[in-house]
């Protein structure tokens, strides 16, 4: 398998490269009678959108999102579900002067190894853009989700140096903010910070948190399908992940276990709760109907625009630039795509998770009492 | 599915509950013409063993495997091996008295939510013993790796606040050190330090790294079957396991491109390497042929000796002590568990990657010339 | 993969060969709650095993199946539920002669073309023993349809030119026959017929039919997946079918459509019916709630007495003779079978079909009104 | 899942319904290196387009593929392949009276069962246009298999009564014969036939055999993944097709072992050879290298313009024709659909069965002999 389908029952299969005819998913195992169009979809690729100001590539692309099949009268009809956004400003021309060139930092190299050669036009399937069918298709999970009241936020926590101030998280600031900060000081700082990476031709990583609320208990299953090591897959699998964090993430090999353990105790209505939430809502791989808490850190955007050494395909060195249009950061951009791989596993999981009880079975079938020859059931 | 299935080609099935009548795996898909006996395996099964010193849980179990099927002759035929080690020691007497209480930190509240009940003897399947089936599968992955000279190494970086000293890391070390730190130094720091959690009836976290060498390049697919996205979930799912890292890991939200990027450049032997290894062997996905390096924090052990609020079934709160016999580190224990998830990662894109060109299958196949009706190839 | 996995959400994995430890499953995904007991298996692994009569292979063996995980307190706990069959009568020493010999109607050259080499004793992992894992599954899919109603019976239509006779059918014969006919003429014929047989040193085929009842209409899905496709795998997967039919099977090639069409109407309590079932109860994959039909053919034993012209590793011919134990006809052993394989892809799509509609996922989960910080859901 | 997704390592994605925007695929995992244009695939769909001759649908559509992704420079990347074909005479109108109705024969009822309700346009996701994303799939697996001198040739043996003279069989003649038969004679008969069913306002179901030649022994795997096994579910879920035969199929269950068996035998050059071909070409579920012998029966068409019993959704009967444009006979333009499935299914195993020993992965990677630290692999 090429590895570009994701998915046990909510499944979904991803396609396109930056600079081919375009960019599309195909959802199958979206269950039936879901209100879905295209402004449900639209919503989250604008958010995606480049060219949203100057700490953004200046790429202009209007993505549009095109639903070719699965929907019927405004609603899923439980096949497959097929999206298309095409490509329209490719300026492949950028781009020919790096095809015999491994660029640091880049899938170059890796993809020739692999494949025995590369679409080397904006970086071909490790582009960016392909996160545009991971985006689409999580769109269609959030509005599943919301079906039960699930919703997923993310935002950005840290760029390079600077972080947030958790005593004065704004979630209603995310998307005021240039860079998706829930705090407006704390985005004040992380532009003049761009705008001295940009100066000194360089780039800057960041890190994006993503919390999951009204998830019920349950998700997830004990060993290799973890709820926390297939979102750990889903986060890591999108480009520039270098680490995923649940909960309190690196900081518990610290901890003793008294520190680190939610104590059980009750909350002002009486109702048992967890005093804390360290284990950032997953025990044992599965959902314990506290919030999910994820953090992932993103890698500098390897394409800056001074020099660097590179390799040529004939294993010569050579000192360049890389030219073309590129984010100084790209965790501002990438917020919707955590938030579409979270959605896209909670959706597979909750499915999933509806089998796991035999008294689950019988609320769906009813079962027959009799030997109904040729009888129709209703 | 229950999540107990991992893998593509090299594709395993873990079963087995801490106090059932054993643990075990199939592993459906191994190459045939693998030399393999008990011994390959026992070998890692008694790294992870309990009872190896007083930092580990007592329960004395020789955890011997037995091989049930797929080897002939000394050699894996390709069809599913089947291993199976006893449970002896299971004093599942210790456990009625918490049937009715969640622990805080442990999986039993979340397994009642999923499965309407659980078997809480021991943690059942969430326990501990669960990783035996990774470990018996872990080694006969590694068996395969070795054929190609790839090389996977494990051991314990940090317990609690003590780290191990970069510039004295000595792997030979490993298995002297207690505690399985490359660093004798900071082994003497962790056992006082462990002697105080002990003493203060309370367990400590810790951190894992993982070297893999001789990786062939090209190994991962570029979206969600990434090579590192693999090793995220992997690693994730080992009970315990709260952020996995690649390479930097999550220094890299704070640094600059020109900082995380490798450059490429010439060796001694004027061949072309990457000056550095931020990258930690994976780019876009997939392996670039320099080391993987993989990191995994382990929250420390919930099971403590003091007491604890703890969830009744009937949604009181009671304050308990857990009796039982518990690990107080678990890292040193679950060094073998890493290793062995990461093995069975490589091993299966191996096979998987070995797809991945035209050109690959004709090394395979012979093309032939002519139609031969009932001709039978050679 | 090495193909000895089956199913989507109850997933089995089965292993083991003729002459090795043993053969066995495990079953992952199977709903918790289930009471399930050795006896419940131990009941289908008798119908299927060797030395009922001199019809079939004279091979001693109980076939005792120990439940070695995923029971607790007599039910399934959703965890992996892994069985054990041990090997006893395995007389491998029939076996040296042929080593070097492929059989006809074997796999033998085929297996060593694949794997470079076989375990040749008793046929390894294509001998009929390794229908025990999938029969032992099948007992527990068996014991879940059960729950809903759903029953599957399958009985010999035909052993080489003995049919039964369709006018005088009689289910509660079926186990009573001493070759699984539900006709007792037709038992007798066929009996003649098989001495025949074995006064002449063959072998005959056969065909079993199977109906299962009371299957609620919706399982399967429209394309690849269509619940007659996944029946066709499962059944063609059992060794020595070369045919599988549904409903009319091969004969609906030579009607028309007004004859074939399954037209609607009302039966005599004014409930819409088919007013037959040609289709054999599905519809575009899709189960329509009438009895599922389904046929068999199995090809004769290829183990016969006689000499025949075998080829040798090194590409001479040979005539002898294939000496050991073997069933001049397998189909009524093969019954249990066709069983096993039906109810485990109805299992399967029983618990995939859950998710196929939003209305559905509302009868599971109980939307949350509010965003419940850390309060867990009960 | 929604079961539009076929393959293991060569997999595909497809969507669509018959009054849709259009139908396409996503294929991902087709090895890098293959040479593809829009030609290789348009030839195939050629041959299943509509309006062929007055024996098929009237519907006018050119069918015309748009490859979206996954070629550079004229070959495949490795990356997945996208392929769209546009719907372009739609002509829902005539569908508006049957929206409430269930047609027999048809998935009408078992749709609105299963989903809640569904698109009754032309049969939505069940219409014939959905093989369009299977045709155009098949073309490139049939563009793969060329590469190793493998060919699949399948053609019409059967219309109502009408069977071809294996005496007089002619494959050059099959795309000259209206109704794909590789026979003359026949083809005069069958349109007579077929033409008697046009003038009754009813339609002919018919049978398609397929061979498959060139194919490398050691093709499949010993149990539920064996090659015939996988074969079934692929040409079963063709709509229509009620049964699958390989080899002798259904005329094997009257046979004596001794007539079954396929003797080894030397051919004229002394090479091994089998003396006939009862198995089709499979032994075990794995290849052996001689033809691969397949066949499907199709019901037939139950769209037929002479009034029907129809179920109303209401639960009242219906005496109503149906109106729209309908083949009267399906088979000759299954023809290549039967080709595309039987060609996935080759394409996958050929993939699939490269790592199926230790020397195979030897001839695609090299051991590395020393411990490179982060010196890149050639």
């Known amino acids: 398998m090429a590895g570009s389908i994701f998915g046990t029952i909510f499944k979904i299969s ?14 199958d195992g979206c269950p039936a009678g879901l209100a879905l169009d295209e402004a449900d979809i ?39 579900i097929s999206l298309l956004v095409r490509n329209q400003d ?37 582009s960016g853009r392909e996160t545009i069918g991971r985006v689409a298709a999580g769109a269609v999970a959030m509005k599943l989700l919301a079906e039960l009241g699930i919703t997923v936020t993310a935002y950005v926590s840290a760029i390079g140096p ?19 900060m829930p705090d407006s000081e704390a985005t004040e700082k992380a532009l003049a910070y ?41 986060l890591m699998s999108i480009g520039a992940v270098k680490a995923v964090e649940i909960g309190d993430g690196t900081t518990v090999s610290a901890l ?15 109702r048992p709760v ?15 109907g506290s919030p999910l808490l994820l953090r992932a850190s993103f890698k500098p955007t390897p394409s800056i625009a001074q020099p660097q050494s590179m390799l040529g395909r004939d294993g010569t060195i050579h000192r360049e630039c890389i030219h073309g249009r590129h984010d100084p950061i790209i965790v501002s951009r990438a917020v919707v795509v955590v938030e579409a791989m979270t959605a896209l596993v909670l959706a597979d999981h909750l499915l999933l ?15 027959s009492p009799c030997n109904s020859q040729t009888v129709i059931s209703e």
Chains 1, 2, 3, 4 share one sequence.
């Open 162 to 180: 600077v972080t947030i101030d958790r005593s004065h998280v704004d979630f209603s600031y995310i998307e005021k903010s240039k860079v998706r």
């Open 256 to 270: 003793h276990g008294s520190e680190n353990n939610d104590a059980y105790t009750l909350n002002e209505q009486n």
């Open 274 to 288: 967890k005093a804390s939430n360290h284990s950032g809502g997953i025990l044992g791989g599965i959902s314990d």
């Open 90 to 126: 490719q300026r492949s021309r950028d781009y020919g002067s790096i095809s015999e060139l491994y660029r640091p930092g880049h899938a170059d190299y890796t993809f020739d190894q692999k494949y025995g050669f590369r679409d080397y036009r904006g970086g071909g399937r490790s």
């Open 353 to 367: 998770n509806m089998a796991s009880r035999i008294e689950n079975i019988k609320k769906i079938y009813r079962p």
């Open 42 to 80: 639209q919503m989250y690729l604008d958010r995606r959108r480049p060219g949203q100001n100057k700490y953004t590539t200046a790429r202009a692309e209007s993505d549009s999102v095109e639903i070719l099949s699965g929907i019927f009268e405004g609603k899923t009809t439980g096949t497959p």
């Open 194 to 234: 761009l705008d001295a990476c940009i100066q000194s031709q360089d780039s800057s990583g960041g890190t994006i948190e993503c919390i999951a609320q009204n998830v019920p208990a349950g998700l997830g299953t004990p060993v290799f399908e973890k709820l926390d090591a297939v979102l750990a897959q889903a």
């Open 14 to 27: 991803t396609w396109g490269e930056s600079h081919g005819k375009g960019i599309g998913v195909v959802i």
